[in-house]
């Protein structure tokens, strides 16, 4: 836990300073009071942390991952979101995506400790993960019915945190 706070907070506060518009409350109005909301988001991100990290050190490396731990992998791709300037939700859904689709955490636990934003995010992030496996093939046809799906998705946020994961695995 401490290690990867050690890892996030450097960014997080240089995201911060330069563009504290990315630390709003995802509705663009800094947690409506017309304030800064830094804090409130930061927060957000150790509970986040608080909740994943325990739950990640539970899954064993997935193969041909070299061995690397799930929260590592889950730490990078939270820095990759804080690199893109995505929100607190949408970093937090990043953090916790490997958790839920592993299923040793759910969206219930989600929504108790970081609200329902960042839970309808992680259900989002969830439901692309698995979106591959329900296609049988990538046709033309298939593959624009994909991008629309995609680009009409409830939460666009939710292919970036997906994105940002493939890539990863890369």
């Known amino acids: 836990f401490v290690a990867a706070w050690d890892a996030l907070s450097p960014r997080l506060a240089a995201a911060?300073?330069?563009?504290?518009?990315?630390?709003?409350?995802?509705?663009?109005?800094?947690?409506?009071?017309?304030?800064?909301?830094?804090?409130?988001?930061?927060e957000m991100l150790l509970s986040a942390l608080k909740l994943?990290?325990?739950r990640l050190q539970q899954i064993p490396p997935a193969p041909g991952s070299g061995?690397?731990?799930?929260?590592?992998?889950?730490?990078?791709?939270?820095?990759?979101?804080?690199?893109?300037?995505?929100?607190?939700?949408?970093?937090?859904?990043?953090?916790?995506?490997?958790?839920?689709?592993?299923?040793?955490?759910?969206?219930?636990?989600?929504?108790?400790?970081?609200?329902?934003?960042v839970m309808r995010l992680a259900h989002d992030c969830e439901r692309l993960h698995r979106l591959p496996r329900r296609v049988g093939s990538y046709d033309d046809a298939t593959a624009e019915r994909l991008r629309t799906f995609c680009l009409t998705f409830h939460d666009v946020r939710a292919v970036v945190v997906e994105l940002a994961c493939r890539v990863d695995a890369l």
């Open 16 to 42: 911060a300073a330069s563009n504290p518009s990315r630390w709003t409350n995802g509705n663009g109005n800094g947690g409506g009071n017309g304030g800064d909301n830094s804090g409130g988001n930061r």
């Open 52 to 54: 994943a990290i325990p």
């Open 67 to 117: 061995g690397r731990p799930i929260h590592e992998r889950a730490v990078e791709v939270t820095l990759a979101l804080v690199d893109l300037g995505m929100d607190a939700e949408c970093m937090s859904a990043g953090l916790l995506r490997e958790a839920l689709v592993a299923g040793t955490v759910t969206l219930d636990e989600i929504e108790f400790h970081l609200g329902p934003g």
